[in-house]
């Protein structure tokens, strides 16, 4: 028997066709065109499992549910998206109104707690009883799966790790708290870092690489800029490693799971990244003296994390 995953995002939508080991065999996708009626998006997804399933060649006999990740507060019990802002979703019946149109069971579950399933079972974290995938982008995103089983809290809100304050009357986030992880260590707080240096740097080689336009700044600008030497470039760097570094040893702190994977277009640099993050995780965690040591590595499947985890979510 097949699954079907589907990620939904503030861009795009993507469906995948997935087979009993976890390979995704065909996927398909659409622009998510927000803002606009919930009820038009969910009949997009909708069409997206038709349209993967045909061009598979199997039918909805051969499919035994569609799973969803989708950002914001998923109650898994009734299929309602709560609330999610990126959507505008409130009180959305998700799940009840795809499982309408495809006559398929639907499960829904927050984006980044899916991605963390899809490495728990396919990725990075496979064969680890106790796994923290965190993911740096828009935003910090957080999931933790434990002994096979999503953790997401009481209400279904939980693993925002991106929450967690680690400069207390420190810069805004958008979720109305100051000082969040995720304003200092996310893929858009590094780019408004490295632009913040440039400012203050006229004679910087990240000028040279973006062309002198600032708008072209992304999350690589300062690490290839440091390996050339450039001064300036290199002190974002090693800020945003000492920023990322403080958060992941409070989740190894709180969590000490078997394995932290870190996703994300930042974590292309490899160990350009997490070689000194891994030196500040070493000297400050709490564990220090223990003989089992969490493992931080590089989450494995990427953009296909949340089409692996969405659908493996009613996995036995």
């Known amino acids: 028997m097949y699954t079907i995953g589907i990620d939904l995002g503030g861009t795009n ?5 997935v087979d009993e080991n976890c390979n995704i065999v065909t996927t398909a996708k659409v622009k998510t065109n927000l803002p606009r009626d919930p009820q038009l998006i969910i009949e997009d997804m909708a069409a997206l499992c038709f349209m993967v399933m045909e061009q598979a060649g199997v039918t909805k006999d051969d499919v ?60 990075a974290a496979r064969g680890a009883a106790k796994s923290v995938c965190v993911t740096l982008g ?14 997401s809290g009481s209400n279904y809100a939980g693993a925002e790790l991106g929450h967690i304050v680690i400069m207390v009357d420190g810069e805004p986030c958008t979720c109305g708290r100051n000082g969040c992880w995720e304003t200092y260590a996310s893929a858009t707080a590094l780019i408004r870092q490295t632009k913040a240096a440039m400012e203050a ?14 708008s072209k700044v992304d999350g690589r600008v300062c690490f290839d800029a440091a390996k050339q030497g450039d001064a ?22 709180i969590f000490q799971p078997d394995v932290l994977c870190v996703g994300g277009g930042v974590c292309n640099q490899g160990e350009n990244l ?8 070493e000297k400050d965690r709490y564990s220090k003296y223990s003989v089992k040591q969490t493992k931080l590595c590089v989450a494995e499947l990427g953009n296909d994390a949340g089409i692996v985890g969405a659908a493996c979510l009613h996995k036995d």
């Not at 300036?232 to 190894?252: E, F, P, R, S």
């Not at 997490?274 to 995780?281: D, E, F, N, T």
């Open 13 to 17: 939508i993507v469906a995948g066709l």
């Open 64 to 123: 035994a549910y569609v799973g969803v990740g989708c950002p914001g507060t998923c109650n898994v019990e009734t299929g309602e998206v709560e609330y999610s802002n990126n959507l505008r979703f409130a009180h959305v019946m998700l799940g009840p109104i795809m499982k309408e149109l495809t006559g398929l069971p639907v499960y829904i579950e927050n984006d980044a707690n899916a991605a963390a399933l899809g490495e728990a079972m396919a990725g």
């Open 138 to 151: 828009t935003g910090v995103g957080g999931g933790i799966v434990l002994d096979g089983e999503i953790y």
């Open 201 to 214: 740097n006229r004679d910087s080689r990240m000028w040279d690489l973006v062309g002198g336009d600032i």
């Open 232 to 253: 300036a470039a290199q002190g974002v760097v090693d800020q945003y490693v000492k920023y990322l570094a403080c958060g992941l040893v409070n989740v190894i702190n």
């Open 274 to 281: 997490l070689g000194p993050v891994r030196a500040y995780i």
